[in-house]
């Protein structure tokens, strides 16, 4: 699933190509929409909410979509080849007289009164990446279940939005403790300081082509991504296990050494036995 910046990368994309333009063509392939013909309307903007996108059109109507692991918005120019995915994987298609904006494989689409947003979104934390964003709300989600592990809360949405497994793994590891620590066993000091390098990592990538936590060149991750290879830190190898409540299980990565604390065992060693 894309992390916040991703999604407020591909806001920004679809409000320059379609912001200020009216609709010369509007296919949505979803059974529910199949008649709806939004041609002629303006698109007023596209935004990012958390992991969602709203773009509204004129007439108090928001196309509310979401992207989850596979889906993604491709733009083109007039006559430019489609290289987004076979046709069978479109969704949506809005087009103006310069852009055509193709929604591929989108799990969620709807079209919302502009009004009712909320009934999308609005059961989200406080967007990193939004004019809504507090820490402190952020803060007081995030420990409303202290036993819960603090990779699973980040990732939750309702506590705050824009987090992803990427930067799970790379917030936890740039606070030396490990994903699976209780989120009421945080520190103060560290919880605060979560919310100030959450947002701060969030921010600085949404402008970047290529997200980096390292501020290296050679590597622009530290953990995620790296089981087996070495720690950027300490040269410990770096471990991967699956965290979840079964249901949506997703690759964990960690650096045993410099996140000491709960942790799954590492598995046992499969030696094949001697014959005789």
């Not at 591909?10 to 409000?15: D, E, F, K, Y």
Request: net charge positive; charged share 25%; with cysteine.
């Amino acid at each position: 699933m894309p992390e916040g910046d991703t999604v407020w990368q591909a806001a920004r994309r679809l409000h320059t190509a379609l912001a200020g333009h009216v609709l010369t063509r509007s296919d949505l392939r979803v059974p529910k929409y199949a008649l709806t013909d939004l041609t002629g309307r303006t698109v007023l903007d596209v935004v990012s909410r958390g992991k969602h996108l709203l773009t509204r059109v004129e007439g108090d109507l928001t196309l509310h979509s979401h992207l989850r692991m596979d889906g993604s918005w491709k733009i083109y120019a007039p006559g430019e080849r489609w290289r987004g995915g076979p046709g069978h994987q479109i969704r949506a298609i809005l087009g103006t007289e310069e852009r055509t904006a193709v929604g591929y494989r989108l799990p969620v689409l709807e079209l919302l009164r502009t009004g009712d947003e909320d009934r999308a979104v609005g059961h989200l934390g406080p967007d990193l990446l939004g004019p809504d964003w507090d820490p402190g709300t952020a803060l007081a989600n995030l420990r409303r279940d202290p036993d819960r592990a603090l990779g699973e809360a980040l990732l939750d949405q309702r506590n705050l939005a824009g987090i992803g497994n990427v930067y799970k793994s790379e917030l936890c590891f740039l606070l030396r403790v490990t994903p699976w620590l209780p989120a009421g066993r945080l520190p103060d000091e560290y919880a605060t300081h979560l919310m100030t390098l959450a947002e701060k990592l969030l921010d600085a990538n949404r402008e970047r082509p290529e997200r980096t936590t390292t501020g290296r060149r050679d590597q622009n991750l530290f953990v995620y991504g790296r089981a087996g290879r070495p720690c950027l830190r300490c040269g410990t190898r770096i471990r991967v296990a699956n965290q979840g409540d079964g249901s949506r299980e997703r690759p964990t990565y960690w650096c045993p050494t410099c996140q000491p604390g709960p942790a799954p065992r590492p598995a046992p060693s499969s030696r094949p036995g001697r014959t005789r």
